[in-house]
């Protein structure tokens, strides 16, 4: 088992980790994914934890597993847009008014998710946002789950952790 995943599943979910080692069984994973994240910076003034962009990273996989997994149960099939975005590539989104330049995707903080009902590609407000409520269920003090239907120019298959005071 990686390090890092022990770290986040703590000490009471290590043993039912190292029984399925092998399987990526998410019933086993934390409820919120970012509880037992041990590398807490500081606590900000609000009280809610400040994470490291390591941490907060990896509570962004678990999370994002979830709301896959959730979308499947809801009768969604999906394929992943972009994911990591270079910093080169998100300049030149920027000056072509797709995107920004501190983009979460240059963080590895946000992926792009293209929702399908029965092969058909899902484009209206509607359609994603039972996917966008679910992911922002997720958040937790620290570890904001946003989603880009709530955007003023809405983006909605965009899913994020905030981080820097971005979405």
């Known amino acids: ?8 599943l703590g000490s009471r979910e290590k043993e039912n980790v190292s029984a399925e ?5 998410t019933a086993s994973l ?17 009280g809610a934890p400040r994470y490291t962009l390591d941490d907060l990273q990896r ?6 597993a979830k709301l896959i997994e959730f979308a499947y149960q809801s009768g969604y099939e999906i394929s992943m847009g972009e994911t990591w975005r270079p910093p080169e590539t998100a300049a030149l989104y920027a000056k072509d008014g797709r995107g920004i330049t ?8 946000a ?5 399908f009902r ?7 407000f509607e359609d994603h946002e039972p996917i966008g409520i679910y992911w922002e269920s997720l958040s937790t003090p620290g570890a904001e ?11 909605m298959v965009h899913f994020s952790i905030g981080w820097g005071g971005r979405q």
């Open 1 to 8: 088992m990686f390090g890092w995943m022990k770290r986040l």
């Open 21 to 25: 080692k092998d399987s990526m069984d």
């Open 30 to 46: 934390p409820s919120d994914g970012a509880s037992t994240v041990s590398n807490v910076v500081s606590i900000s003034s609000a």
């Open 59 to 64: 509570i962004f996989t678990l999370r994002l």
């Open 102 to 109: 501190n983009s979460l995707h240059t963080e590895r903080l």
């Open 111 to 115: 992926a792009d998710i293209n929702l």
């Open 118 to 124: 029965k092969d058909v590609l899902l484009t209206s």
């Open 145 to 155: 789950c946003c989603w880009g239907g709530r955007f003023s120019s809405r983006d």
